[in-house]
């Protein structure tokens, strides 16, 4: 293996309009939308100069999403800051930020299509 483990991730929603008002409100961002046939694309944009990875909600018809066992972990300078956002935007805190001990501190949630999220900061 070459790199970082990880290379990509999508995570599966039912409902776009509303999982990116989700992930646009939380994260602080602005989706960006990928063209591509037979398939529903927004991506968290990336840079492959830098560490980690890119990656994109999708929904495609017959695919289902939530509980599927992946947990995608958003990086933060302070997870306290997207976990304060989360119920205000249709998810719920699954577990409040935690002390990861030397690696930092996580929040994990739920967004409102039913995935498990973390974020992950060092402060």
């Known amino acids: 293996m070459r790199g970082n483990a ?15 008002a989700f992930y646009e409100g ?6 960006t939308h ?14 492959p100069e830098k ?4 990656g994109a909600l999708v929904h495609l018809e017959g695919v289902p999403c939530g509980g599927s066992g992946t ?19 249709g998810g719920r805190i699954h577990r409040s ?3 990861i001990g030397p690696y930092g501190f ?4 739920m967004d ?3 995935n498990l999220i973390g974020f992950h900061s060092l402060k």
């Open 71 to 89: 947990l995608v972990y958003f990086s933060c300078e302070d997870c306290a800051v997207e976990e304060s956002r989360v119920v205000a935007h």
């Open 112 to 114: 409102p299509e039913g």
């Open 34 to 47: 990928l063209e591509a046939p037979d398939i529903e694309m927004w991506t968290f944009g990336g840079d």
């Open 97 to 99: 930020k935690m002390s």
């Open 6 to 20: 990880a290379c990509w991730f999508e995570i599966y929603v039912k409902d776009m309009t509303r999982a990116k």
């Open 51 to 54: 560490p980690g990875c890119g």
């Open 106 to 109: 996580i929040t994990l949630a």
């Open 26 to 31: 939380v994260l602080s961002t602005v989706l």
